[in-house]
């Protein structure tokens, strides 16, 4: 089922769809499937999601769920050789036109101008995007220059401004330092001031703070927190954090094996969680001050190998309510306004 | 001092564990690892990665040892079972083993740290550790028949190789693996069924304490409370004692009847846990807990933002270790005491031990109770 990627061309350019509420990021049908010598991995198996304008998408799920692959095929950086991917990628861009980025080449022009001058990506470990032989300012200059126009003065300016904007002490001292001389959170700093020195409208965060201690994971989420109040970015907040996802997100998406098995607004669906996975993943953690020794109540089992994914509802060998039904696969049902649940028991608004 | 965290308290504990005696003391313990430089490779300083370090860990109990990256809570585990050695302190252990051979000397706890080796192999039978990383601890060669065979070999114990072999198939079943795949290698098996390995290797020489260095970190959340009610299961069955490192205050707090936060290589607060979240007495503790973000859009905190991130061990601040990032230090009143005297670890009401100048001063925020659900 690969996909016929045309090159860049005006083909793919959808015209935009009327109304102010037009998400800036409209997944459809997502699927990125790997083939390997051991069988096909739906590491994306028909995902939907959409991302507001100025909003924070939280998107969760255990360990192969298939959050990096998401996030990557946004970007146009999954490796090409043994992948499929099909579905829509429909972006708002700056100049309001709308673009299916699943329609155009990842190497063309278009994609390039995208990647990272409008959809910046960040990563848990940040020295997978910085470059170790490069000093930190040379690098978000260089980002700079690739997207924008600015001659060289002009573009170290805003380096090291934008140093000072994620809160680097002496960024002037810091642009010339190489990234091993920096902490953990200050590269993931040095990163984010990299993402979003040339004013991306989408930020892809994944798993931006799974590698720091808590008390800078707080200094950086706070500061997520405030640039997105600044310049009006939507946040795709990739984490296993289900904490974080509270802190920051205003909607929230639970994949499980390929799929989106609950997605609604953050607050119902952390406090009436509908899905059997959600709420067995909040059931498996401790909760801070909870002060009693509560036996956990984590979901049994493991994760199904993602080559050989069950015939009907994929959670249905770990869930403590499986019934006949679930050998089939259910769709994603409306149990409350917004709350989208793959499960049977949210059928009848349950 | 009127008591010292060396005497510990009184027992409380779940009732279904039978909590007693110390069985660990740690006294003063220290480690310093030398900073070298130069071509000559000259000692040129010292982190001090532990520094006067004490701490009693009563049978039956779990003492949850907390704090960031780099604040020393691997090398305190590692210092007391003599993978390092120590710079100085004690390590205080009761041994049955030793006692019954009567190779205890005098009194009833040995001190790990000064035993020769022929000692020291004994004791470790008693005394196990659990490692982070299940597949740097595994033998990625051997199977796991051969991993759990191991240490009866080493130690000559365990009877015949029939006697070994049920032991093995006994162990499996204790952590949750299926016998049947005992002839497999540690890469056929998931990251949680890996830990759990690790657990049944630490277990299978009966250990009385068994230091747990963040257990369950390396695992996904579904896995990880798995793993924690399996340690909790075996604690009750097993009469173990637990030294629980990890730097996940939620899963600290659930596991632990003591908790020890440590900053820059010393211990800040020791207290028993409800005490500790409810109500902390070091700053450092507060902003901790503070940062914690907890999955429950209802439970609004004020988050302390601590400046920066820690300083280097190589070079620590002068006076309080914590005075350049603590929010109650610059006043006037407090800064020349904050950065010049270092606040020794003593009794702040009850079963609380402290280290800051001013904790009887401090009104300090802990974690609120969340609505039961
Ligand atoms: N290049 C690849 N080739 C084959 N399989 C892949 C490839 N990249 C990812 N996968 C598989 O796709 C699935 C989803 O992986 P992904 O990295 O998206 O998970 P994740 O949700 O980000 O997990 P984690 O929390 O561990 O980061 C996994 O089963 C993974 O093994
Ligand atoms: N063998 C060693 N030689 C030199 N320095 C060491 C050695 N082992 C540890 N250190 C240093 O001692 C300090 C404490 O390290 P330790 O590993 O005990 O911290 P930790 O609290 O376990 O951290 P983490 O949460 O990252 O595991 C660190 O500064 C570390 O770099
Ligand atoms: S001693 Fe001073 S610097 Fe240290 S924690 Fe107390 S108030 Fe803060
Ligand atoms: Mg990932
Ligand atoms: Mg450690």
């Known amino acids: 089922m690969a996909s016929d990627r045309s090159t860049d061309s005006a083909a793919a350019t959808v015209p935009a769809t009327s109304g102010r509420h037009a998400p800036l990021l409209e997944i459809r049908d997502l699927k990125t499937w790997f083939h390997t010598e051991r069988g096909t991995v739906r590491a994306v198996d028909g995902v939907d999601l959409a991302v507001g304008r100025n909003r924070t998408l939280g998107l969760v799920g255990e360990s192969g769920c298939g959050k990096t692959v998401t996030a990557l095929s946004i970007m146009g950086l999954v490796p090409p050789a043994t992948t499929a991917i099909s579905g829509n990628l429909l972006f708002r861009r700056k100049d309001g036109s709308e673009v299916d980025l699943a329609q155009i080449d990842p190497h063309s022009r278009t994609y390039r101008r995208i990647r990272g001058g409008e959809i910046a990506m960040i990563f848990q470990e940040p020295m997978t995007s910085l470059n170790p032989v490069y000093t930190i300012g040379n690098q978000i200059r260089e980002a700079i220059q690739l997207h924008q126009e600015k001659p060289a003065g002009e573009a170290r300016e805003r380096a090291v401004e934008m140093l000072r904007q994620v809160g680097i002490a002496d960024p002037e001292q810091r642009s010339v330092e190489y990234p091993h001389q920096l902490s953990g959170g200050m590269r993931q700093r040095a990163m984010i001031a990299m993402a979003l020195s040339c004013n991306p409208s989408l930020l892809v965060a994944d798993e931006p703070t799974t590698a720091l201690d808590v008390t800078i994971q707080a200094q950086i989420l706070e500061l997520m927190q405030r640039l997105q109040g600044e310049f009006g970015i939507s946040i795709i907040m990739i984490t296993h954090d289900l904490g974080v996802v509270v802190g920051m997100a205003d909607e929230v998406a639970v994949m499980y094996l390929g799929r989106v098995v609950e997605h609604g607004p953050m607050r119902p669906v952390f406090k009436a969680p509908r899905h059997p996975y959600t709420q067995g993943l909040l059931r498996s953690i401790p909760v801070l001050g909870a002060q009693v020794r509560q036996r956990l109540q984590p979901i049994e089992g493991l994760v199904p190998d993602p080559r050989a994914t069950p015939p009907g509802c994929r959670f249905a060998d770990r869930c403590p309510q499986v019934m006949e039904r679930c050998a089939d696969e259910p769709p994603l049902f409306e149990p409350a306004p917004s709350h989208l649940s793959r499960c049977w028991l949210s059928e009848a608004g349950g | ?373």
């Open chain 2, 1 to 373: 001092m009127i008591g010292s965290p060396a005497e510990g308290g009184a027992g409380g504990g779940a009732a279904a564990r039978t909590v007693g005696a110390p069985l660990l003391e740690v006294r003063n313990l220290k480690k310093y690892f030398p900073v070298e430089g130069g071509i000559l490779r000259r000692k040129v300083g010292e982190v001090k990665a532990v520094d006067d370090v004490s701490f009693t860990v009563r049978e039956g109990e779990t003492l949850g040892l907390v704090g960031e990256s780099g604040c020393g809570k691997t090398t305190v585990g590692r210092t007391i079972l003599r993978l390092e050695e120590p710079t100085a302190g004690q390590a205080l252990f009761r041994s049955e083993r030793l006692a019954d051979e009567g190779l205890a000397g005098e009194g009833t706890m040995v001190d790990l740290t000064t035993l020769d080796r022929e000692r020291l192999k004994r004791v470790r039978r008693e005394v196990q550790m659990i490692f982070q990383d299940p597949n740097s601890s595994l033998n990625p060669r051997m199977t796991v028949q051969q991993i759990l065979t191991e240490p009866f070999l080493i130690h000559g114990v365990g009877g015949s190789k029939e006697e070994i072999e049920e032991r093995v198939v006994t162990l499996m079943g204790q952590v949750g693996l299926r016998p049947e795949q005992r002839a497999r290698y540690p890469h056929q098996f998931s990251a949680g069924q890996r830990q759990r390995i690790g657990i049944a290797r630490a277990l299978a020489l009966n250990p009385k304490l068994v230091i747990a260095d963040e257990p369950v970190s390396a695992l996904d959340v579904s896995i990880q409370g798995q793993v924690l009610n399996l340690l909790e299961d075996l604690q009750v069955e097993l009469g173990l004692t637990y030294v629980f490192i990890a730097h996940d205050l939620s899963v600290v707090e659930h596991i632990s009847d003591w908790v020890a936060v440590m900053y820059l290589g010393r211990l800040v607060e020791l207290a028993r846990g409800e005490d500790l979240y409810r109500n902390p007495r070091h700053p450092y503790t507060e902003a901790l807990l503070s940062a914690v973000q907890v999955p429950d859009p209802d439970v609004q905190r004020k988050r302390i933002i601590l400046e920066g991130g820690v300083p280097s061990p190589a070079n620590p601040p002068s006076g309080c270790r914590f005075h350049t990032r603590c929010s109650y230090a610059p006043q006037a009143d407090r800064m020349p005491r904050c950065n010049t005297e270092v606040p020794e670890l003593h009794r702040a009401g009850g079963e609380q031990w402290v280290a800051c100048h001013f904790a009887a001063d401090l009104d300090l925020r802990g974690v609120e109770v969340p609505a039961t659900g």
